[in-house]
């Protein structure tokens, strides 16, 4: 009897995904590698303040969303996605030594917002460049190789941040520097070794992905969701302050890092885990599993007195990103008409950027004038009001479930 092999099993993952796998790996080392220094550098070396802080992060975060919306348009647009993967990569990589050689904040903040605005600039054409060389039969594996290699890097990059902290005896500004390495192969990698899909102009003009006018062709639902996500970015605020909260709580520098080494462990470890049970569960019951834990995490973060309850907070949060993350996006997806999922999109992460820099400013100005225990405790209120839009939502259509 002749076995049928299916064409998933016969098709290798091409060349080129690889390649941006491994892109993606040594760029998110090097950058979390500076993300989980960068907090204590500019509040304690250069002396910035917890509010400047987080209006910085927030700014920056929302950057990389609010650009997202249009770099994706304009690869369509040009028929062409290598050189805005290049330019947004080599944007990111050229900011690497201004860490280490900033002797005033607003080096290093202007190095902070141009990384963010690289991601923001490479991240849509780099998923459509995905789209593009993938076969059918395997472009879920496709996106999911880029993705695994991306959390390595960013499970890697603090774990590297810690050995360099003790070898080097907690001289920030030496370890930064190492930063610049694996940037530089990541561009390496594109510039020789990424080729172009021959992908061809959707259309002769360019046309914005924002189309206000199809605004009144989305649901209640829709809109419902969209508050649901606006409201969690308000609540969850950077992760710099967790970086912060261990230093405040005597955490040893060169363990510092440790914090972001949990927290990306843990929310790698119970993605997919959770992406497979959304396939059975309904995706608020699993948002609203997620906004809970975000809860717990403020709470014991801000309440805590204890190494011990520090690392489970930073875990509950890993675990909180784990739910929500891939959760709100596959609402949005859900509610949106599929002609118009693009426009849906951009309109979310417009609004997410928006709440973004609106939370974490907040988050800080909350440290500077009443403490850390103010901040998390704000936070696990703020969480409240999307687990509550969370439980009051309109229920799934039979259709769209």
Not at 26 to 38: C, I, K, N, P, W
Not at 127 to 141: E, K, L, N, Q, T
Not at 180 to 207: K, N, Q, S, W
């Amino acid at each position: 009897m002749t076995v049928n092999v299916t064409s998933s099993e016969k098709i290798s993952i091409p060349r080129s995904i690889w390649t941006l796998g491994f892109v993606s790996l040594f760029m998110d080392m090097s950058s979390e590698l500076v993300h989980a220094l960068l907090p204590i550098f500019l509040v304690s070396t250069l002396g910035l303040s917890a509010t400047a802080l987080g209006m910085i992060e927030g700014v920056a975060e929302a950057t990389a969303l609010i650009v997202k919306i249009f770099s994706g348009a304009i690869s369509d647009y040009l028929g062409r996605r290598k050189g805005l993967i290049l330019f947004g990569y080599g944007l990111a990589a050229l900011t690497k030594p201004l860490f280490p050689l900033a002797t005033v904040p607003a080096v290093a903040i202007t190095a902070r917002l141009l990384d963010r605005l690289g991601k923001g600039i490479r991240g849509a054409p780099r998923d459509a460049f995905v789209a593009d060389v993938a076969p059918p039969a395997i472009r879920g594996a496709c996106f999911g190789l880029r993705q695994s290699m991306d959390t390595v890097g960013a499970f890697l990059g603090p774990l590297l941040a810690i050995g360099l902290m003790f070898h080097f005896s907690d001289h920030i500004r030496t370890v930064l520097w190492f930063s610049v390495i694996p940037a530089i192969i990541a561009i390496a990698l594109i510039a020789f070794g990424l080729g172009e899909t021959g992908h061809t102009p959707a259309r002769r003009t360019f046309r914005s992905p924002l189309h206000w006018r199809s605004l009144r062709e989305f649901s209640a639902r829709y809109w419902w969701y969209v508050g649901i996500g606006a409201s969690v970015m308000l609540a969850r605020f950077s992760e710099a302050f967790l970086v912060l909260r261990a230093q405040q709580a005597g955490l040893e520098l060169a363990w510092i890092p440790g914090v972001m080494v949990v927290m990306s462990l843990v929310y790698s470890v119970s993605a997919y885990p959770v992406g497979k049970l959304s396939d059975r569960l309904n995706h608020r019951v699993l948002l609203g599993m997620g906004l809970t834990f975000l809860i717990v995490a403020d709470l014991l973060l801000g309440l805590g007195h204890s190494m011990l309850l520090l690392f489970v907070g930073v875990a509950v949060w890993g675990l909180h990103m784990g739910f929500t993350q891939g959760v709100v996006t596959a609402l949005i997806a859900e509610a949106a008409p599929p002609t118009l999922r693009g426009t849906a999109f951009g309109v979310f992460n417009l609004a997410c950027g928006l709440c973004m820099i609106v939370g974490s400013t907040l988050a800080g100005w909350l440290w500077d004038r009443f403490g850390s225990p103010t901040t998390f405790v704000a936070g696990a209120a703020l969480a409240v009001v999307p687990l509550v839009l969370c439980l009051l939502a309109p229920r799934q259509t039979p259709s769209s479930a």
